[in-house]
């Protein structure tokens, strides 16, 4: 998703062309002949070159975030079908809500009709905002104990007085969902995504817990046909739930990538070098319009609301982005809401639908294992780590 920019004695046009960095190189010196896929792309985005009149769109295309996650939901739906006719075993979550956080629990809510519409088993487990740490722990540990739970979420954040990590990292790494646990993260880290550690770009395939959102920012990438390798990306924030995870996995699939945060001189000048941006630092219509490389493709994960007294509400909701000015810069853009929102639901699911399947391929190699060891007269081998 590149650009290239035309100089004519009438028109100034932005137009795509894999073959763009060539392209910008010369411009306005001597151009390469428009072939007749470029003339049919170029009409999108300024001027017919046949005809040389001027048209009516110059927006970038939307990344339509909720149809796709609609067609994953789908997809696990068929794979969800499949699994419980061979296993006879429903795929099961378990959500922690703590407080009575509105949005909190608008999220929790949608994640349980999610997981009803696939036909994932969905467990809620509500604590007022003054449970004790040790509650919350219990909590964990009965969950991690019970076998028709393949997947723990705690809703995040938590009052202040509980401590985060020590209830993240005591969810078992297989039923972490979120991705979120040290073993995961460090899954991650060494690079087990990249082709040749493992059979393919599905994130099915892989035997870990990728954390949702960033898994769906790469998805999103995938299925609108953005190619990631040998494009230079920014990622604006270094959280370890959105940004260090997604940058990681840009880098694993050979983008070269920039992070970009609160101490980052030149920002906008960093952002503006990238194919590919992903913004996701919480500040409403941060990256502005002159931010954005003509071309580029843009990942607004951010959720802000704005004031707004025209709406019911009283505010709308706006993304890291500022829209209405990117959309006539990017090739693609995502849309606040429905872009990134939907496909973290998305995500969440299929890792449950995996991990489930993982964790009874697993019993099953374990049982085949013990039968083995019985038939030749042989205790069977104790796990090196315990479950």
């Known amino acids: ?10 028109a ?60 994953i939901r789908l997809e696990l739906k068929e794979q969800v079908d499949e699994f419980k006719e061979k296993s006879g075993i429903t795929p099961g979550l378990a959500v922690v809500l703590v407080g009575d956080r509105r949005d909190s629990a608008t999220y929790v809510r949608m994640k349980r009709k999610a997981c009803e519409e696939i036909g994932v088993a969905s467990f809620g487990f509500d604590y007022a905002s003054d449970v004790t740490q040790a509650e919350l722990l219990r909590c964990v540990a009965e969950l991690n104990a019970r076998a028709d739970v393949h997947g723990i979420l705690v809703q995040l954040p938590l009052p202040p007085h509980i401590d985060e990590s020590a209830i993240l990292d005591l969810i078992l790494p297989e039923k972490d969902v979120d991705g979120l646990h040290p073993m995961n993260v460090a899954a991650l880290s060494m690079g087990h995504t990249r082709p040749g550690q493992r059979p393919s770009w599905s994130f099915a395939d892989l035997d870990f817990h990728v954390p949702c959102t960033p898994q769906g920012c790469i998805e999103l990438l995938d299925r609108s046909g953005v190619t990631i390798e040998g494009k230079s990306a920014a990622v604006l924030g270094r959280s370890n739930i959105v940004g260090i995870p997604v940058a990681m996995l840009l880098m694993h699939r050979h983008a070269t990538v920039t992070v970009v945060h609160s101490r980052t001189a030149n920002a906008a000048e960093v952002v503006r070098a990238a194919d590919i941006v992903v913004a996701a630092v919480g500040k409403a219509e941060l990256v502005k319009g002159d931010w954005i490389k003509p071309g580029a493709v843009v990942i607004d994960v951010g959720i802000n609301s704005v004031d707004d007294a025209t709406k019911k509400a009283g505010y709308r909701l706006v993304g890291d982005v500022d829209f209405a000015e990117a959309k006539l810069k990017a090739s693609k853009i995502t849309p606040v809401p429905g872009g990134v929102g939907p496909m973290t639901i998305a995500m969440l699911l299929r890792n449950t639908v995996a991990g489930a399947a993982r964790m009874h391929a697993a019993a099953a190699a374990a049982a085949a294992a013990a039968a083995a060891g019985g038939a030749n007269g042989a205790a069977p081998a104790k796990p090196a780590i315990a479950a």
């Open 1 to 10: 998703a590149g650009a290239c920019l035309i100089l004519s004695t009438s």
């Open 12 to 71: 100034f046009v932005v137009c795509p062309s894999r073959h763009h960095h060539q392209q910008l190189q010369f411009a306005g010196v001597k151009l390469p002949g428009t072939q007749p896929h470029q003339q049919q792309q170029s009409t999108r985005l300024g001027v017919d070159l046949r005809r040389g009149s001027p048209l009516m769109s110059g927006e970038a295309e939307l990344i339509d975030g909720k149809a796709i996650a609609a067609s």
